[in-house]
């Protein structure tokens, strides 16, 4: 089993029998071995490159979690729990793994030597156990109750938009004020066209013209720097901005729903100590509002 983890991991049989320390004819022999046990094809291999066929593929996974939970075991066993070691991978959205944690992962890096970290980003929400993912950073509700989740933060969300907008379209004071306005809107997102606002006189909730939509966060972020409208954003994702002013919050008086902050774990199995490392690791580097 975990010849061929390496096999696939490495992308060749030469490059596995060196890691592990063998020779080829070993590996080409443990794999064929293997294939002839499942009575099924595992790897298919062209004049350039090696490929998993579905059914290797399918194995695969469930073989490197197998040898990372016994590895797991043994470290536990031994007392090791520091000596972190293998891979890990972990799960977010493009901008704000830029903006809050790629500037700092150096830190975690350098207290795990032997750790190599491989960061899936995507805005859209990815399949855990489909992409072998051991922690996942999401921001919203959630709507699959059957995960694993620890929530990590909350934070404000806030209407933004640019200084030059403001003053080419005039500052809303209440939200009915926003029907005279853009909406860039973020599609990932549970909030879209409807905005609902609280307020000490009474609930608010209004639908904006929308011009221009994103399935990133990152094309909200430069059309609202940009001018071309007013956005619904978490602070944390116009952070930089809101302290620079090239960004500026409007309706402060008026309250959105609050953004979570969530760690997620592939359903069915324990966190690793790896993957609870990195969130322990996270949420001391992170503002938790």
């Not at 990815?126 to 051991?134: A, Q």
């Not at 909730?205 to 956005?231: K, M, Q, W």
Request: charged fraction near 25%.
């Amino acid at each position: 089993m975990e010849v061929f983890v390496r096999v696939v991991e490495t992308g060749s049989f030469s490059a596995a029998a060196r890691d592990l320390r063998i020779g080829q004819p070993n590996v080409s022999k443990l794999i064929a071995a293997l294939e002839e046990r499942l009575q099924v094809r595992l790897l298919v291999r062209t004049t350039r490159q090696l490929h998993t066929t579905e059914a290797g593929q399918a194995f695969y996974e469930r073989a490197r979690r197998t040898l990372e939970e016994a590895h797991e075991a043994e470290t536990a066993a031994r007392g090791l729990g520091k000596g972190l070691d293998g891979r890990l991978r972990v799960s977010a959205p493009v901008t704000f793994a830029r903006l809050h944690i790629i500037p700092k992962i150096g830190e975690f890096l350098a207290a795990h030597p032997d750790l190599r970290v491989d960061f899936v980003l995507d805005d859209r929400f990815v399949d855990l156990m489909g992409e072998n993912i051991d922690v996942a950073l999401r921001g919203g509700e959630l709507a699959d109750s059957s995960l694993t989740a620890r929530k990590l933060a909350t934070c404000p969300r806030l209407v933004v938009a640019s200084p030059a907008y403001l003053a080419l379209m005039g500052t809303p004071s209440t939200p009915t004020a926003l029907l005279e306005h853009t909406a860039l809107v973020y599609t990932q997102g549970l909030i879209a066209e409807e905005w609902r606002f609280q307020h000490a006189s009474g609930d608010a909730s209004v639908r904006i013209p929308t011009r221009l939509s994103f399935s990133a966060a990152e094309g909200v972020r430069e059309a609202v720097i940009a001018g071309l409208g007013l956005a619904i954003s978490p602070r944390w994702l116009m952070q930089p901005e809101l302290e620079s002013g090239c960004v500026v919050a409007v309706l402060a008086d008026w309250k959105l729903p609050n953004a979570d902050l969530w760690a997620l774990f592939p359903t069915g199995r324990l966190p690793t100590a790896k993957a609870r490392a990195f969130v322990s690791w996270f949420e001391a580097t992170f503002p938790k509002t």
